[in-house]
């Protein structure tokens, strides 16, 4: 069965770094999804990405963050300088009719 | 995924018992409703889908109401077996937009056996 797959499972960083969360979805997707999750807490929507651009995103999705689809396979989520508040896990989904949407297994990202 | 949370309201029971997870929604425009199930690790799975247009749906094992006068969903697991323990989400699309979710707070499901 297919599956959206993460790398890298867990990330650490330092404050200030820029890092670069990575995404292979469903093949035959066309939707595509950030969400995250601070420890103990509901999963939180960032940003969702259709032809290329961003179609929607929260107000947690401010100019430190970026999404890219560099390649027909890939999906990127960055962060470019990372603050402690963004130590969550970050998951992709993905989504065929913007209906039913599969989730990735989650980056596990760690600001020190 | 982690969603162990230490203020995670927590639903204990015994296996073979039915179990009834319960959800309030916030947005009386929402159109679409989802629970998906989290285990340890990884990140939510679906498990069952709804649209505002109906009151129940069935699955396998799995029935989700929808109760739109008081904004509430559920979800019923039969013969709950140890394999459901996990924590649960509901999730509503509001109407519109490109399918953002928006999740609840979570349930933890606990099977004794």
């Known amino acids: 069965e297919p599956e959206v797959t993460q790398t890298p499972s867990h990330q650490v960083t330092q404050m200030g770094q820029e890092v670069i969360l990575r995404c292979v979805p469903i093949s035959n997707h066309l939707y595509f999804y950030w969400y995250r999750q601070i420890l103990g807490q509901k999963v939180e929507f960032l940003v969702s990405?259709?032809?290329?651009?961003?179609?929607?995103k929260s107000e947690i999705f401010d100019d430190q963050f970026s999404v890219e689809r560099p390649d027909g396979s890939n999906f990127t989520l960055k962060i470019r300088s990372t603050k402690l508040e963004d130590s969550a896990m970050y998951f992709c989904?993905?989504?065929?009719?913007?209906?039913?949407?599969?989730f990735g297994p989650g980056t596990r990202l760690t600001v020190t | 995924g982690e969603s162990v949370g230490l203020h995670l309201p927590t639903l204990s029971v015994q296996e073979g018992d039915n179990s009834i997870i319960n959800c309030a929604y916030s947005?009386?425009?929402?159109?679409?409703f989802i629970w998906y199930k989290q285990e340890s690790g990884k990140g939510p799975q679906f498990i069952i889908d709804i649209r505002s247009n109906m009151d129940k749906r069935q699955g396998q094992r799995v029935t989700v109401l929808l109760n739109k006068t008081v904004k509430h969903l559920s979800l019923q697991i039969a013969a709950t077996q140890p394999g459901d323990s996990a924590v649960y989400f509901c999730?509503?699309?509001?109407?519109?937009?490109?399918?953002?979710?928006?999740f609840g707070a979570g349930t933890r499901l606990a099977v004794h056996p």
């Open positions: 989904a993905s989504s065929t009719d913007r209906v039913e949407q599969y």
């Open positions: 947005n009386s425009a929402s159109d679409y």
């Open positions: 999730a509503e699309n509001p109407s519109g937009g490109y399918n953002k979710l928006i």
């Open positions: 990405f259709y032809n290329n651009e961003i179609s929607e």
